[in-house]
T-cell receptor, first 113, second 110 residues
Framework: KAGVTQTPRYLIKTRGQQVTLSCSPI?????VSWYQQTPGQGLQFLFE???????NKGNFPGRFSGRQFSNSRSEMNVSTLELGDSALYLC????????????FGQGTRLTVV | TQLLEQSPQFLSIQEGENLTVYCNSS?????LQWYRQEPGEGPVLLVT?????EVKKLKRLTFQFGDARKDSSLHITAAQPGDTGLYLC??????????FGKGTRLHILP
């Protein structure tokens, strides 16, 4: 069974640009969550999509947005990049189950210069 | 707001020693997961516990869920350099939201 695939693995962008990250979940998983990880703040929840609908949202500005397609693949977009957006962005997929186990991709390392 | 506090934040010990890290909350969770993350990679799921008082073993790792389902511990016996990493606990609630702790960064010295 293929795992969670995130593309690209690394990105360097300039302040003010926008970026789109992609995540393909495990086959059959309908929930996709996005997290931002930085050394100081740890893993911070961005949002979760389930069956193409945003089900939960963290405390991030509107510059951070996402969507999910009918095949459960998800994209995350960050507009007007700031230096503080430099982080490891992780995608996790889950089956709709009581245990809420999350299976993570390898992440996209975004550097804003 | 549900929070998971992990302690210690950092731990550096010699190979062969035993250690325990903790994950505590004032809230009840329907399930709790432990993950290990290596630098530049995503967290990897180690175990899920769902029943109060449950104990699960994964080779030299022993995971325990508190009776009240508010806390958990991870005990490593005879630590090895390959155990080095960031250990994260995460709790699931009835709304299927996942709450992560900030992690314990473990370094095993050879």
């Amino acid at each position: 069974k293929a795992g969670v695939t995130q593309t690209p693995r690394y990105l360097i962008k300039t302040r003010g640009q926008q970026v789109t990250l992609s995540c393909s979940p495990i086959s059959g998983h309908r929930s996709v969550s996005w997290y931002q990880q930085t050394p100081g703040q740890g893993l911070q929840f961005l949002f979760e999509y389930f069956s193409e609908t945003q089900r939960n949202k963290g405390n991030f500005p509107g510059r951070f947005s996402g969507r999910q397609f009918s095949n459960s693949r998800s994209e995350m977009n960050v507009s007007t990049l700031e230096l503080g957006d430099s982080a490891l962005y992780l995608c996790a997929s889950s089956s709709y189950s009581r245990n809420t186990e999350a299976f993570f991709g390898q992440g996209t390392r975004l550097t804003v210069v | 707001t549900q929070l998971l506090e992990q302690s210690p934040q950092f731990l550096s010990i010699q190979e062969g020693e035993n250690l325990t890290v903790y994950c505590n909350s004032s809230s009840v969770f329907s399930s709790l997961q432990w993950y290990r993350q290596e630098p530049g990679e995503g967290p990897v799921l180690l175990v899920t516990v769902v029943t109060g008082g449950e104990v699960k073993k994964l080779k030299r790792l022993t995971f325990q869920f508190g009776d009240a389902r508010k806390d958990s511990s991870l005990h490593i016996t005879a630590a090895q350099p390959g155990d080095t990493g960031l250990y994260l606990c995460a709790g699931g609630n009835r709304d299927d939201k996942i709450i992560f702790g900030k992690g314990t960064r473990l370094h095993i010295l050879p």
